[in-house]
């Protein structure tokens, strides 16, 4: 389907930040999952580090990033996250990864190593992780929270009937209490959560998510068009109008989300730092 005039990307200004992140041999999300928005963030400059390599376990019918058997983990890419974050001036630090089933803890402590890392280099700099389910170990999520990121961000990505087809490794119900269990667990750090439009759900179901994930306490929501990274991945169903996305803006907001961010561009982690501070933090 061709693209509809409201999607439109500026690339720009990315050199100095791609040539930044490949001199430290680090990974971005914006890289690997193709993000329409990265010209825009690479020149702010941004970017989400994508830790735990770039192969993953699973294999989510949106995503273009590799799937496989991973390499081991790699004991100084913390240091190497820090030391790029400060370069690139960051204060506000975002930390996602691939999931790694194949790891006893999921690699929540490279997670937790990392923010460490972050806030001991840059301890006046806010830190979110984007993380995966870790199964639902909450041995595991324990480990991330106890290293005191200031946002915990885990993607429900689609709605309940689509996850089979969507994210065929992922529950959905284990999802939202991964969400719930980081609330309860550290009621001070805030929780987001995010998803996508256009993979062939009704508004009925985008509603039901909304309540799910406000009974899970969540804070924060990412809501943007899935746009399809390679002709391996899900086909989109439907280019959404930013008016359906104003709709369901003010829907979330009225069910007591503390900000959404809501648009055809928008994306887990663009102006994640705007979010932040615009909230009652
Ligand atoms: S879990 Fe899914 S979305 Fe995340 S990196 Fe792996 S394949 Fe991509």
Not at 99 to 121: C, H, N, W, Y
Request: net charge negative; charged share 25%; proline share 5%.
């Amino acid at each position: 389907m061709r693209l509809p005039e409201w999607i439109k990307v500026k690339a720009s200004g990315m050199h100095e930040t791609k040539t930044l992140l490949r001199s430290r041999r680090l990974s971005t999300v914006c890289e690997e999952a193709r993000c329409p928005n990265k010209g825009f963030c690479f020149s702010k400059p941004t970017a989400t580090f994508m830790i735990l390599g770039d192969c993953c376990t699973r294999d989510c019918g949106f995503c273009s990033v590799s799937s496989g058997v991973p390499s081991c983990t790699d004991a100084d890419e913390p240091e190497r996250v820090a030391e790029a974050a400060e370069e690139l001036g960051l204060k506000y630090v975002v930390i996602t990864s691939v999931t790694r089933d194949d790891l006893p803890d999921g690699g929540a402590s490279q997670f937790a190593e990392t923010i460490m890392a972050v806030k001991k280099r840059l301890p006046h700099s806010k830190v979110e992780v984007l993380t995966p389910d870790f199964e639902g170990d909450i041995g595991a999520l324990q480990i991330v929270l106890n290293a005191e990121p200031d946002v915990f961000n885990h993607n429900m990505e689609t709605v309940k009937r689509l996850y089979s087809r969507v994210r065929p490794q992922a529950d959905y119900e284990r999802s939202l209490l991964v969400l719930q269990n980081a609330r309860r667990l550290a009621p001070d750090i805030k929780t987001k959560s995010g998803f996508m439009l256009g993979l062939g759900e009704g508004m009925d179901e985008v509603l039901e998510l909304l309540k799910d994930l406000r009974s899970a306490g969540c804070c924060f929501l990412t809501i943007g068009q899935y746009l399809r990274p390679t002709k391996n991945n899900l086909p989109v169903v439907e280019y959404i109008k930013p008016e359906v996305f104003e709709e369901i803006k003010e829907n979330a907001l009225a069910m007591g989300f503390e900000f959404v961010a809501s648009g055809p561009l928008v994306r887990s982690s663009m102006n994640a730092e705007e979010m932040y501070w615009r909230s009652d933090v």
